[in-house]
Nanobody, 127 residues
Framework: QVQLVESGGGLAQAGGSLRLSCAAS????????MGWFRQAPGKEREFVAA????????YYADSVKGRFTISRDNAKNTLYLQINSLKPEDTAVYYCAARITYYSSAYYSGPAEYNYWGQGTQVTVSS
């Protein structure tokens, strides 16, 4: 069983930055492909970014490309999401997700492709 705990959310002003973290436990972190998703009130959960288990491959939703950076530190069992140039439309609960994979360069963008989810961290951006 994999446990995921997000942190780093909060209230920020438009144009500012936040860094979200996701601490993983229960399995060797380097065996997990990871992703970030978000869900705004009244909307479906949407893909934000994904990273392969070794970290060599990343993939972003078009809406966040150039502003968000996903990264991981396998020595610290932690996933990160750096969010720059925050916009009010970035307001959502952000979730990290994990999937066990044997493929070193694989990443996944569909919610159904992930087996484990964190509880989420709220990001609120004021204009």
């Amino acid at each position: 069983q994999v446990q995921l705990v997000e942190s780093g959310g909060g209230l920020a002003q438009a144009g500012g930055s936040l860094r979200l973290s996701c601490a993983a436990s229960g399995r060797t972190f380097s065996s997990l492909a990871m992703g970030w998703f978000r869900q705004a009130p009244g909307k479906e959960r949407e893909f934000v970014a994904a990273i392969s288990r070794i970290g060599g491959s990343t993939y972003y939703a078009d809406s966040v490309k150039g502003r968000f950076t996903i990264s991981r530190d396998n020595a610290k069992n932690t996933l990160y999401l750096q969010i720059n140039s925050l916009k009010p439309e970035d307001t959502a609960v952000y979730y990290c997700a994990a999937r066990i994979t044997y493929y070193s360069s694989a990443y996944y963008s569909g919610p159904a492709e992930y087996n484990y989810w964190g509880q989420g961290t709220q990001v609120t951006v004021s204009s």
